[in-house]
């Protein structure tokens, strides 16, 4: 079965670059999040979209911004890159009228430098 | 306080013997609990969806406690597959979840 799809897998910036994610969810899913996990930690929520809107919004830096298009893909956009921010980026996706279990892609594995 | 607190473990078990962990959630109004898993660096799988009922999928069994606020996972049968971070997760009535720091499991042969 397809799953979600994350590009790239990896990255490497340096500090105070711009870094851009992409995320493809599962077909005729409807619904994308992104979670951040930091080394040895819990993924952390940063935001979500539900049919191209954003739905919810958890503790994503005002240096970051994200959007869903209409093919329901999504980007989040990282500005300004710190040290801080080297972590692996989750895109999950779910569709919405099936109890939104939450099916996550391989990740990207972003180090600022 | 995190929302979802687990026992971190790690929980050192021998192939074929059952396994148990539980977590707990602060949240009352928590609507949807799972329990995935992770691999070292990997993203979390869908282990299985909890429903207030109980309910089982092969060697996983996973209870709901509404009442007391906790998820239990149990392995019976261990496999050395099955060695890896549990995260018990809860979603409450918005779109993120929320994450347990996680159970780590280890069968060894």
């Known amino acids: 079965a397809a799953g979600v799809i994350q590009s790239p897998r990896h990255l490497i910036k340096e500090k105070r670059e711009t870094a851009t994610l992409k995320c493809y969810p599962i077909p005729r899913h409807d619904t994308v999040y992104w979670y951040q996990q930091g080394p040895g930690q819990d993924p952390q929520f940063l935001i979500s979209f539900y049919e191209k809107m954003q739905s919810d919004k958890g503790s994503i830096p005002d240096r970051f911004s994200a959007q869903q298009f209409s093919d329901y893909h999504s980007e989040l956009n990282m500005s300004s890159l710190e040290l801080g921010d080297s972590a692996l980026y989750f895109c999950?996706?779910?569709?919405?009228?099936?109890?939104?279990?939450?099916?996550f892609g391989p990740g990207t594995r972003l180090t600022v430098t | 306080r995190k929302e979802v607190e687990q026992d971190p473990g790690p929980f050192n078990v021998p192939e074929g013997a059952t396994v148990a962990f539980n977590c707990t959630y602060s949240n009352s109004a928590s609507q949807s609990f799972f329990w995935y898993r992770q691999d070292c660096r990997k993203e979390p799988k869908l282990l299985m969806s909890v429903y207030s009922s109980g309910n089982e999928d092969g060697r996983f069994t996973a209870q709901l406690n509404r009442a007391s606020q906790y998820i239990s996972l149990l392995i019976r049968d261990s496999k050395l597959s099955d060695s890896a971070t549990y995260l018990c997760v809860v979603n409450g009535n918005d779109y993120k979840l929320s994450f347990g720091a996680g159970t780590t499991v280890t069968v060894r042969a």
């Open positions: 999950a996706s779910s569709l919405e009228a099936a109890g939104r279990e939450q099916y």
